[in-house]
């Protein structure tokens, strides 16, 4: 059964750093593509980050130069490094993967919280 779990979110001031991590158990991950998505309150979900399972990353435009994206094939993790946050960063945060024949995530956690204040 594929579960994924993330970690690392939290409360930080504008311009600070988090780093979250998404633990991936089964065995999805070596032929998967993972993505990062957030969700702030009464917005629609929103694509931050991607990662194929060869490394070949995306971004979406309001966190590139500023998020990286980086996966860990050995221990099953993606991670996402936010720097220099901003308040418009605030949502729940969601690791997704999809095997790479599929168009559409269709595994997902339960998502991690993270707030950036003024």
């Known amino acids: 059964q594929v579960q994924l779990v993330e970690s690392g979110g939290g409360l930080v001031q504008a311009g600070e750093s988090l780093r979250l991590s998404c633990a991936v158990s089964?065995?999805?991950?070596?032929?998967?593509?993972m993505g990062w998505y957030r969700q702030a309150p009464g917005k629609q979900r929103e694509l931050v980050a991607t990662?194929?399972?060869?490394?070949?990353?995306g971004y979406g435009d309001s966190v590139k130069g500023r998020f990286t994206v980086s996966r860990d094939n050995a221990k099953n993790t993606v991670y996402l490094q936010m720097n220099s946050l901003k308040p418009e960063d605030t949502g729940v945060y969601y690791c997704?993967?999809?095997?790479?024949?599929?168009?559409?995530?269709?595994?997902w956690g339960q998502g991690t919280q993270v707030t950036v204040s003024s």
């Open positions: 997704a993967a999809r095997e790479t024949w599929v168009k559409e995530y269709r595994y």
């Open positions: 089964g065995s999805i991950f070596s032929r998967s593509t």
């Open positions: 990662i194929t399972n060869g490394g070949l990353t």
